[in-house]
């Protein structure tokens, strides 16, 4: 027994303990939809309006996270992103042999809910098959809608390299590549929106506007933009205000009041469409309409703002959008999509309950209709199925596209010219979101819809907008209609251009283009006299003092007309001045005539006297033949000014001639 035992411990054996599965903290509760691949992209977007009320006590576990009310829109966004996975692991030109899948999260409009999913899409599978030495599968994430949850998420991917590409994140901030290094983006930049919006406002004339915003980094940085861009184009802001969706309503009223004190009748609105809801339904409570409203892409064509009642506020209103596209097959895909009950593929569950009007869970006592999954979408019409404004669902679409068109160029990469360290090239394997974002740098490539698709060095794409006007039609359907383009690339001047087929309406269901200055331009003859402590916009307009003109408008000064011109009646133009002669008829004129007859008398009867004594010593004592020459001078000066003043035809010889003879006098 003894030996036996001096042998076990003698063989040399190691005991391992089995790997544990790798389990990320928390739930995976935010996941919707999933599906394996070679490779898998990350979507993260607001399916939800609103997260759940949680209030911590930090004595019990707080449970999961949960949001209410489902927006179709976002879930919309988030089909058509596997939409466009499906349609590239179909194709036979990119990315052939080479699959891409999905996990796609769902964060409310929360902060945390966005950096949550961020994480939880870094950590992969909630429970791996292997152990925690693997990497994370994810390459690239699509998303969010909103600049503020993106700012987070893009904050949270950066460190890690993982490429963080939105379709509707539009705050300039996002171009900082020092503090967003892996972000893209496929709508153009607020930093070309704001100054468009300034250049839309100058097109139209307005020089007088009041301005609202998101109280957020959308709003906040956007309309910052906006006010220094306006400045430049010479358009005066009156006020400038912040909203928030959770504001108390006494907050939304003070604006209201602020809006109905205003001299302005055009409203610049640089805000989140959830934002401004509130604001307009307010404004339509207190009866504050016919305001020309010019909206940003935040919520100008927002369906949700959109409403029967908001058009009475915001009906004729003006903004840039994202030009609409055409997606082939999306809505057939839409239409012909499932419900799942597997756990992470719960996506359509609540809208299918809602659209439908029945129940996954028989235990649900209240609802008489049971769901099973066979229902069809085809002929229903919700705002889920409906793809006529598919703007922001193309940029999604583009943004998979990019993803897959480096990795296609990371596959391509040949032995030995690679451009990561010593010209090496990704293992087709194991492929790093690192090496992915260098490759989303270079794509350039063209969609199905004849759109290229590029970014600069920002990450940001070209700045091309539509215009857009909110227009009742004859069946008294809200449509935004595109009434021109603005396009960052064209000339200066030429950036904006009208549609001619199609006529605008504007505030009050007018024709005609509303006017807002807060004074009106100064005509030529007047010169501005600004006013102190109000903006340069608002002035008064002065007339210009006789013998000065202003021939242009809102001229800054009079110019003094030259001495021998005179101002016309109107101050806008310097004029010959007239010549006028005296007659005998006047009395001025026979008191010169008489003044200088006597005059001429005088100096002839003296020179006669002089002539008559010439021979005397007084008068050669005088020098006879100066005093003589004297009176000859004065006499010809009597006579020529006499028939100067008198003459109403003077020929230009004539009048050298007097002129000689009367300077000739007084040598």
């Known amino acids: 027994m003894l030996a036996l035992a001096t042998i076990l411990t003698t063989i040399p054996f190691t005991v391992t303990a089995a790997q544990p599965k790798c389990t990320a903290y928390g739930t995976d509760e935010l996941l919707h939809f999933s599906k394996k ?23 019990i576990n707080p449970g999961n996270s949960r949001c209410y009310g489902l927006d179709p829109g976002e879930l919309q966004y988030a089909v058509t992103m596997m939409f466009a996975i499906e349609e590239i692991n179909n194709s036979t030109d990119l990315l052939p042999g080479f699959t891409l899948g999905y996990r796609i999260y769902g964060s409310c409009p929360s902060i945390p809910l966005s950096v949550g999913a961020s994480l939880a899409l870094m950590n992969g599978q909630m429970e791996a098959e292997e152990s925690c030495q ?68 100058k097109y139209f004339g307005w020089t007088w506007v009041g301005a609202v915003r998101s ?43 602020i809006v109905k004190m205003s001299t302005s009748k055009v409203i610049v609105a640089f805000a989140d469409g959830n934002d401004l809801d509130f604001l307009i339904k307010e404004l339509y409570y207190q009866n504050v309409t016919g305001y020309q409203w010019v909206g940003s892409e935040g919520w100008i064509t927002y369906r949700y703002v959109a409403t029967p009642t908001n058009y009475a506020v915001l009906g004729g209103a003006v903004g840039f959008a ?3 596209a055409y997606l082939p097959g999306l809505r057939e895909f839409i239409t012909s999509s499932k419900p799942s009950l597997t756990p992470g593929n719960t996506g ?25 999954g066979e ?23 583009k943004a998979v596209y990019a993803v897959a068109h480096a990795i296609e160029g990371l596959l391509a990469c040949e032995k030995g010219k690679g451009p990561f360290l010593n010209k090496t090239c990704a293992e087709k394997g194991k492929i790093q979101p690192w090496q992915v974002l260098h490759y989303l740098t270079q794509v350039n490539f063209t969609i199905k819809s004849g759109e290229n698709v590029n970014f600069d060095e920002s990450g940001d794409p070209a700045a091309r907008y539509a215009l857009v006007n909110w227009q009742m039609n ?50 030529p003859g007047t010169r501005r006299a600004f006013v102190k402590g109000k903006p340069i916009c608002c002035f008064d307009c002065i007339p210009c003092a006789d013998g000065e003109i202003s021939n242009t408008t809102n001229a800054v000064a009079c110019v003094q007309c030259p001495l021998e011109y005179k101002s016309n009646g ?14 005998f008829n006047e009395v001025m004129g026979n008191t010169l005539v008489t003044f200088s007859l006597c005059g001429g008398c005088l100096t002839i009867t003296t020179g006669l006297i002089f002539f008559w004594h010439r021979h005397t010593p007084i008068v050669k004592a005088n020098n006879s033949e100066l005093s003589f020459l004297l009176l000859f001078s004065l006499t010809l000066a009597v006579k020529v000014s006499t028939s100067k003043i008198f003459s109403d035809r003077v020929q230009i010889f004539q009048a050298i001639n007097e002129a000689s003879v009367f300077l000739s006098s007084f040598v």
């Open 348 to 372: 359509l569950v609540e809208l299918w309950e809602s659209v439908f009007k029945c129940t996954f869970n028989p235990n649900v006592h209240n609802v008489s209709k049971i769901c099973n």
């Open 37 to 59: 691949g070679d490779v898998s992209i990350g979507g993260i977007f607001s399916l939800h309006q609103n997260p759940a009320d949680v209030n911590p006590t930090l004595l």
């Open 474 to 523: 004859d069946e008294g359907m809200l449509t935004f209609e595109e009434i021109g383009l603005y396009d960052a690339s064209w000339p200066e001047g030429q950036q904006i251009r009208m549609k001619d087929e199609i006529s605008a309406i504007w505030a009050g269901n007018q024709k005609n283009v509303p006017r807002s200055v807060c004074s009106e331009s100064c005509p």
């Open 570 to 583: 109107n101050r806008n133009r310097c004029e010959l001045k007239n010549i006028e002669f005296l007659t």
């Open 134 to 201: 693997s990497p994370s599968t994810i390459q690239a994430v699509i998303g969010d809608t909103t600049s503020t949850s993106t700012i987070d998420i893009a904050k949270t991917m950066g460190p890690f390299k993982i490429p963080v590409l939105s379709h509707s994140a539009t705050c300039a901030c996002l171009s900082n590549r020092h503090q967003y290094p892996s972000f893209f983006r496929t709508i153009p930049s607020d930093y070309y929106q704001s100054r468009a919006l300034a250049k839309l406002v």
């Open 215 to 257: 109280r957020g980094d959308y709003g906040n940085n956007g309309m910052a933009t906006f006010l220094e861009a306006a400045e430049k184009e010479g358009v005066c802001v009156e006020y400038s205000v912040a909203v928030y969706r959770t504001d108390s309503r006494q907050k939304f009223l003070e604006v209201v009041d």
């Open 375 to 397: 229902e069809s979408l085809a002929n229903t019409n919700t705002r889920f199925t409906d793809v006529s404004d598919a703007s922001l669902l193309s940029n999604i679409y």
């Open 322 to 324: 994202v030009p609409n």
